[in-house]
């Protein structure tokens, strides 16, 4: 994957276009919240639908990936690092 990440309220090339063509079908379901991930091999697009902070689709990420681990019959845990050696 290309280091060039950034974010835009638009889509910015091909795979953010066609993640935004997916989730336009979730503008009809009031209070449903989804996420589109697409990557080609060199590059990856995803787009969020229906929230208003990414930090709560990021949870709602982590949860569910968490989830997917343990029907694996893995386990997946998340550790917080704090921003500076100080605040340990």
């Known amino acids: 994957m290309t280091e060039d990440v950034h974010s835009s309220d638009q889509p910015f090339d091909r795979l953010t276009q066609l993640a935004d063509d997916i989730t336009h079908a979730l503008d009809h379901e009031p209070g449903v919240k989804g996420m589109v991930f697409l990557t080609d091999g060199d590059r990856s697009g995803i787009k ?3 929230y208003e902070d990414p930090i709560e689709g990021a949870v709602d990420l ?23 050696p100080e605040g340990i």
Do not use: E, T, V, Y
């Open 48 to 50: 969020m639908s229906g």
């Open 62 to 84: 982590f949860m569910h990936m968490k989830a997917m681990f343990n029907a694996a019959g893995k386990d997946l845990s998340f550790i917080g690092i704090p921003d500076s």
